[in-house]
């Protein structure tokens, strides 16, 4: 502007850069917005466009952003189905163990390859073999 603007005073100078600057500006909503503004200088073009740049992402981001419901009650309701729900996966899960101590563990139908009898297999045989004897 000193260069190609030399013999205007520097007022002149300052208010046909922020012009300049404003003619500068793609979108049209800021444009329209800084030269309202009626800056007398670059540097207060400059400033008035970053302050509304960033007013208009800060404002896009919040329309994008969903409001939160509290629903009253209705948590409560499903904290107790829940809290019903374990107790009785707990009681079941209690039986089954319980149940499984109680059982035992072989068929009774099997038969001992040492003593021919039935209901135990050989290793856990009682009898006495003519090995353990000597």
Avoid at 9 to 38: N, W
Avoid at 59 to 64: E, P, V, Y
Avoid at 98 to 109: I, S, V
Wanted: proline letters at 3%; one cysteine or more.
């Amino acid at each position: 502007m000193s260069l190609a603007y030399a013999e205007c005073p520097q007022d002149v100078r300052d208010s046909l850069s922020a012009q300049y600057f404003a003619d500068a500006i793609r979108d049209e909503d800021t444009q329209h917005a800084t030269r309202l503004m009626d800056a007398k200088d670059l540097k207060s073009a400059l400033a008035y466009n970053m302050k509304y740049k960033a007013a208009k992402t800060v404002s896009k981001t919040f329309r994008n952003v969903r409001s939160m419901e509290i629903e009253d009650g209705t948590g409560k309701e499903k904290d107790e189905k829940f809290d019903c729900l374990l107790k009785t996966l707990e009681k079941l899960l209690k039986s089954h163990v319980a149940g499984k101590k109680n059982t035992p563990r072989r068929n009774p139908n099997v038969t001992c390859w040492k003593c021919n009898k039935k209901e135990h297999v050989q290793r856990d045989c009682q009898t006495i073999s003519p090995i353990q004897e000597n």
